[in-house]
């Protein structure tokens, strides 16, 4: 598992990016789908991490769409009311705009992009997690540990997807 992070910071202190990849054994679409379609199936593959989402108004996986998250984040158990920003299917990309919840204690605003890609001339492929964000204060901490929030739960539903896809493959079964 290859995982790359990096910082940037704008000209104001109180704004930042945070960006990482990870490699995941499952298609792009696949991944992609969990986000889009399927977002209430992510506290299965992350019961540990994610406690449930929940389509608080519209259409899974269609722009304007709201969200309610419920997840673990740093010991405690966190809620965000996200907007869906953009999705871009041929892209494998999903972005949510956080509208409300503890995240906005600390943030004027703050916004979650993944774009899933399938590798090239191999299986797998890498999802991109692009974080967005203005502090409210100097004193407020860059969100990397929500940034390994986000590889963990790469990583767990990368692992549910290929499990779910054991599960349905066919066997060849050899009669004694």
Known sequence: LKISKKIMAEASSLVGKLETEVEIKASAKKFHHMFTERPHHVSKATPDKIHGCELHEGDWGKVGSIVIWKYVHDGKLTVGKNKIEAVDPEKN????????????????????????????????SIAHWHLEYEKISEEVAHPETLLQFCVEISKEIDEHLLAEEQKNTPRLCVGL
Do not use: W
Request: charged share 20%; no cysteine.
């Open 93 to 124: 990309l999903i972005t949510f705009k956080v509208l409300e919840g503890d995240l906005m204690n600390e943030y004027k605003s703050f916004a979650f992009t993944l774009q899933v890609t399938p590798k090239q001339g191999e299986s797998g």
